[in-house]
């Protein structure tokens, strides 16, 4: 029987990519075929990664019921397709807090507090002895890169960096900063993209409490690509919160250059993001200096408030 290795909903680099490492890492160790897959479509900056390694993009699967399963980049229900209870998880890599996934039977399962899932799973190709391809080694590369803001986020770890580097190597990339920069450009593109494209490249929704909450995040190299399109933004993350019944919807507009996010704001408490941030929110936003990750400097400061 086959095993499917995905990522969460809404598939970031990470989680496509780590799909494809993973699942190429078990077809070499086990005697189960392995087939990466996703829940959603990819990202221009996932399409660059792919393109540039000539990487095959995961088939898109939203169904899961009585399948094998490993899990890529997450172990939150809410991320996860709606049938995942009637599925077998036999193992999870992921770099996040646990999420309330729960399992009926015993699974392998590489949990660690680091940058990024790709530098879990190059740890898992170091412990079985593993030769990572070189088109794969350069897709985990980018994918650390991402997750990291090049380095600059403080969910980054000297064995991220580590990672990065013996991949480069593999993959033959002199330069990866430089590499890095240029995935971030492209990643900056928002020209022809509608709202909820935007909104949803890189989002996801938290349970927290009795309520649920949207955070997306676009990571750029210029805030600017921004000034005529808040408007927008926000009339759309209210249709979201209205369709999804979500308490609040934030979106970071995260500037990696001047190294912190301008936070948009719609929901039914404000005085959340003054109580989490300790700043006021004026015309439905905020700058917050030196925020760069969601996962370390957004959820743990929010989650709190909502459970009390």
């Known amino acids: 029987m086959s095993v499917y290795v995905f990522g969460h909903t809404t598939p970031d680099s990470d989680s496509i990519v780590g799909a494809i490492s993973l699942a190429y890492l078990k077809n070499q160790i086990s005697n189960e075929e392995y087939i990466p897959s996703r829940q959603g479509e990819i990202s221009p900056e996932t399409k660059f990664i792919l393109d540039k390694f000539n990487g095959d993009l995961p088939f898109l699967k939203t169904s899961y019921a009585g399948e094998k399963v490993y899990i890529v980049d997450t172990t939150d229900l809410a991320l996860l397709p709606k049938d995942i209870k009637d599925a077998t998880v036999v193992g999870v890599v992921d770099h996040h807090k646990l999420g309330d996934l729960t399992t ?117 190299v210029d805030l600017s690509v921004f000034d005529d399109k808040k408007e927008m933004l926000l009339e759309q993350m209210k249709k979201i919160k209205e369709q999804n019944h979500l308490h609040s919807i ?59």
Not at 251 to 266: H, N, P, R
Not at 296 to 305: M, T
Request: aromatic share 8%.
């Open 250 to 308: 934030i979106l970071l507009l995260t500037d990696i250059l001047k190294e912190g996010s301008l936070l948009l704001y719609v929901g039914d408490d404000e005085s959340l993001i003054e109580k989490a941030f300790g700043k006021k929110l004026e015309d439905k936003e905020v700058w917050l200096d030196g925020v760069l990750s969601r996962k370390k400097q957004i959820i743990p400061f929010l989650q709190p408030l909502f459970e009390k």
């Open 104 to 220: 009926s039977t015993p699974l392998e399962c590489w949990i660690r507090p680091v940058g990024c899932s790709n530098t879990i799973i190059k740890e898992m190709y170091d412990h079985y002895r593993v030769e990572i391809p070189k088109q794969i080694a350069g897709m985990m590369m980018c994918a650390i890169m991402s997750d990291t803001v090049i380095f600059k986020s403080p969910t980054c770890t000297k064995v991220d960096i580590k990672a990065v580097e013996e991949l480069a190597s593999i993959a033959g990339v002199n330069d990866y900063k430089a590499l890095g920069m240029e995935m971030f450009i492209v990643k900056s593109a928002v020209e022809g993209a509608s709202a909820d494209e935007l909104i949803k490249r890189d989002y996801k929704v938290f349970d927290m409490g009795d309520e649920k909450v949207g955070v997306g995040q676009l990571e750029v």
